[in-house]
């Protein structure tokens, strides 16, 4: 943006360079004349993991609703096409996946349904990075961001320190104590904190006389494994399987899921609660526990494969909710999106898209009515608050029947919405319909009110059309690719032939 002789030249200033933060840089780019994203690491040059990311290892799906606002706030798009070229996995839901769900396993349709994109989150991180940093005029500087200036009317900037040695993580917020040297601050016409799980916002609120934000916590005491192995030679078409862990049992989840990656990998992740569900770190473990699971099918497909890294474990997954749009005052200048906002357990895939749609947002009202216009950062707050409502439901609403979980307890509309929830998916089992509407909503097309429209709920009232199958929907070359990697262990009867509905 060239600004004009009478033109004051605006700058935003985004705290964080991970996804949400680099997705608000490319909203600000085109409404601002400067985009100056703070981040305490070193951040990789290419698709490399990096330490304030520890979740960043474990799997991670792209839903279609976070793909295609990443599309719409990246200056000519193409992450879609650069995650594929990079050797990411586009999977439709309706026919490339195995799903075994608390109410039995989905089958595998004719029609596709919604596509989700498979790779490591390095890649994607690094992919829409390259892109915002190539097509916008967006700089990236290595510091800590430890206070906001201003008042509760406006933020007028943040008040940064050098980022250290790097050795702590965690994004680019900091408590002013750690690494040393000395303050400074860095005027902004627009703030966007971006600095995910470990933000310090509600203190930095407080310091601006804004005290009367409220957060919540619901905790299972997730804990995750992840293992990357070789894709076995003829196996590179093997369809993305899952395991779900089913809360309904009075029993620690667990659950695991196989997708493929670039590079011809396989990420084996595993996943379980406080109370006895938690995987081990140790490979043997590892395998046991997978073959352990509700279908031993992920665990016969990894014991076949050539193990390429050790068992990655982390324990950051708890549901974390700061309620920032319901303060009585929020200040002009200032916006909060991503993990900042909110954060979930990953087992439901939903974080990333979350954060995608609230940059969308706040681009969208940038287009509206400018940088400058009146209210705009209340209201990208509230409307950010909206796909954090629907994220939240759903993984709260599972977290809250694990027995150890902990900040919150099945409440009555718990008890009805799950009662709905688990006929919606039984329905799904035998329904293309009601696997449909399921897909739409967790793939974040739709919001939640897909689920209640007159088909849908005939749907959930008819229940599955077909009868529940015995075993994964597998085709006859897919059988035979697991058969082949094979190992001695538990073993289930033949799974039946696929049956595309």
């Known amino acids: 943006m060239s600004p004009s002789p009478s033109h004051r030249p605006r700058r935003a200033v985004v705290v964080g360079a991970g996804l949400a ?17 703070l981040d305490r690491d070193d951040l990789p040059d290419g698709p490399e993991h990096r330490k304030g990311l520890p979740q960043g290892r474990h ?3 792209l839903m279609a609703g976070g793909l295609a606002a990443m599309e719409e706030l990246v200056p000519g798009g193409g992450v879609r096409e650069r995650l594929l070229a990079a050797g990411a996995r586009e999977i439709p839901l309706g026919s490339g996946m195995l799903a075994l769900t608390s109410e039995g396993w989905f089958r595998r349709w004719r029609h596709d349904g919604p596509r989700v994109l498979s790779c490591t989150r390095a890649l994607l991180d690094w992919t829409v990075r390259d892109l915002v940093l190539t097509r916008t005029g967006t700089e990236i500087r290595r510091a800590r961001a430890v206070g906001l200036t201003g008042d509760a009317r406006r933020v007028r900037g943040v008040r940064i320190a050098p980022a250290g040695d790097g050795t702590a ?8 104590t750690a690494g040393g040297g000395e303050e400074t601050e860095l005027a902004a016409d627009l703030v966007v904190d971006a600095s995910g799980r470990g933000s310090r916002v509600v203190t930095w609120l407080a310091e601006t006389g804004i005290t009367d934000v409220r957060t919540r916590s619901v905790d ?7 293992r990357v192995y070789r894709t076995p030679a003829g196996a590179e078409q093997f369809p993305l399987t899952v395991v779900q862990a089913d809360p309904y049992r009075s029993a620690p989840g667990r659950s695991g899921m196989l997708l493929p990656i670039e590079r011809d990998r396989w990420m084996v992740s595993l996943a379980g609660t406080r109370g006895g569900g938690e995987p081990p770190a140790d490979p043997d473990g590892f395998l046991a526990y997978a073959f352990a699971l509700a ?9 076949g494969a050539e193990p390429l890294t050790g068992v990655h474990l982390s324990r950051s997954t708890s549901n974390e909710r700061r309620y920032l749009e319901r303060t009585a005052r929020w200040p002009e200048g200032f916006v909060v999106l991503g993990d900042a906002l909110a954060t979930f357990n990953p087992a439901y895939g939903q974080g990333m898209s979350v954060a995608a749609l609230g940059a969308r947002l706040l681009a969208r009202e940038l287009r509206h009515g400018g940088p400058d216009a009146p209210g705009l950062s209340r209201r990208v707050q509230r409307g950010a608050a909206r796909s954090v409502d629907a994220a939240w439901a759903a993984a709260v609403g599972q977290d809250v029947w694990y027995p150890q979980t902990r900040g919150a307890r099945p409440t009555p509309v718990d008890r009805l919405t799950t009662a709905y929830s688990r006929r919606l998916t039984r329905s799904a089992t035998g329904s293309y319909r009601a ?3 399921l897909w739409d909503v967790t793939s974040m097309r739709t919001g939640p009110e897909r689920l209640f429209r007159p088909t849908t709920l005939l749907d959930v009232a008819c229940g599955p059309l077909l009868p529940p199958l015995s075993g994964p929907p597998l085709t006859p070359s897919e059988r035979k690719i697991l058969d082949t990697l094979d190992h001695p262990g538990p073993r289930t009867p033949s799974a039946p032939p696929v049956r595309r509905g």
């Open 220 to 226: 299972c005491g997730l804990v995750n494994a992840t």
């Open 59 to 61: 799997a991670h799906l």
């Open 169 to 176: 993580g965690g994004g680019a917020a900091g408590d002013g």
């Open 295 to 303: 279908s031993p099918v992920v665990g016969r497909l990894a014991a």
């Open 435 to 437: 696997a449909a509407a």
């Open 21 to 37: 933060g680099m997705l608000a840089a490319a909203a600000l780019s085109s409404a601002v004349d400067d985009v100056v994203v």
